[in-house]
């Protein structure tokens, strides 16, 4: 791969990284304010992070859902709308689906029916008025087939770097409506229509921070960056006792991953190994084997995501060590003898 392609590719995963961190974060809040925030926990019978809705003729993975003791439910989608038509009706197809929803999870996991469900979409601060504009038109459009039952309540987020936290804020336009409380208090309607919120609401990071760490994840697929960086820094040195080699494989990794955070997905891991292996800090001993030179990453000690893309971006032949080689090599061979001592067995 030429110079300039290894470094778009490692510029598109750290942008990928950045975005799904950054949508792990707005589900966190979300899961403050319906999980944590007095008063709000108590109108609450249930807040599904990664939910999965087979309803027949309509299935949905929004990126949460929130179903209410009164029976009403809110679905919660992020977007980062592109200016392409293409864009614009994969989402109104995808939200609409959600519009016509009549069931979300319960605490169980099974599917309860709720009364009325109102569609919450996140989108980024730049693109929000344009998706109400947008999603408007195609409304009006008679030609377009999206024609929800009530106008998704969209909301504008940014983060503020100086003042480290998120600001929600719903978006222009007449279409777009604050979400519906059905009475309860709080609500988000009452608390967006409080004399001092102006239709907006903020987010500390430290707010949400241990939800984050417990779950790590939202409902899209993980970018490899990613996962490699938790990987690294969270479950590898449980494995390793913090620094040394370590014989797994992507199946046992997704595995713990999702035990200790609700989701792992064996073809993510491999993606995320892959990355590891090309920054030289894995090698593939074969079939779903894989050697991993665990160790401490000094430099960058505050980002271990630049430093990973960084080794990446290098492509350097070590410091996969001596003895992980080793050691591939030894499953490898451990693998051939097995598979022909059960071959020998068979005949």
């Avoid at 040195?237 to 797994?248: I, K, Y």
């Avoid at 090599?329 to 020998?344: C, D, I, P, W």
Wanted: glycine letters at 6%; one cysteine or more; hydrophobic letters at 35%.
């Amino acid at each position: 791969m030429p110079a300039g392609d290894e470094a778009s590719k490692a510029e598109l995963l750290h942008a990928e990284y950045e975005r799904y961190d950054r949508c792990v974060d707005i589900v966190s809040a979300a899961e403050v304010w319906f999980t944590k925030a007095e008063g709000m926990r108590d109108t609450v019978a249930h807040f599904e992070r990664y939910p999965t809705i087979d309803a027949g003729e309509i299935i949905a993975t929004p990126d949460f859902t929130v179903l209410f003791s009164d029976g009403t439910a809110y679905v919660g989608e992020l977007s980062n709308l592109s200016l392409q038509a293409a864009s614009l009706d994969s989402l109104c197809e995808q939200i609409g689906r959600y519009d016509r929803l009549d069931r979300v999870p319960g605490p169980d996991g099974t599917l309860i029916e709720a009364t009325t469900v109102d569609v919450l979409l996140f989108v980024p601060h730049s693109e929000a008025n344009s998706a109400v504009a947008r999603m408007a038109a195609a409304i009006e459009d008679e030609d377009h087939p999206y024609s929800p039952s009530r106008f998704p309540s969209v909301f504008a987020w940014s983060f503020e770097a100086t003042k480290t936290r998120y600001v929600f804020t719903l978006a222009g336009g007449e279409q777009n409506q604050r979400p519906r409380g059905h009475g309860r208090d709080p609500s988000l309607e009452s608390w967006m229509s409080s004399e001092t919120s102006f239709d907006t609401l903020k987010g500390l990071p430290r707010h949400f921070q241990a939800i984050k760490v417990a779950s790590r994840f939202m409902n899209d697929p993980t970018p490899p960056l990613y996962m490699a960086t938790l990987l690294w820094g969270t479950v590898l040195p449980s494995m390793s006792g913090g620094e040394g080699d370590v014989v797994t494989s992507a199946t046992e990794l997704a595995e713990r991953l999702h035990r200790d955070y609700g989701r792992g997905k064996v073809a993510e891991v491999h993606q995320a190994l892959e990355l590891l292996r090309v920054a030289g800090l894995a090698t593939h001993a074969g079939e779903d084997e894989w050697v991993i030179a665990h160790q401490p990453i000094n430099r960058h000690e505050d980002d271990l995501a630049a430093t990973l893309i960084d080794r990446y971006k290098s492509r350097p032949s070590g410091p996969v060590t001596f003895a992980a080689k080793e050691r591939a090599r030894k499953v490898r061979r451990e693998r051939a003898s097995n598979k022909q001592l059960q071959t020998g067995l068979e005949e």
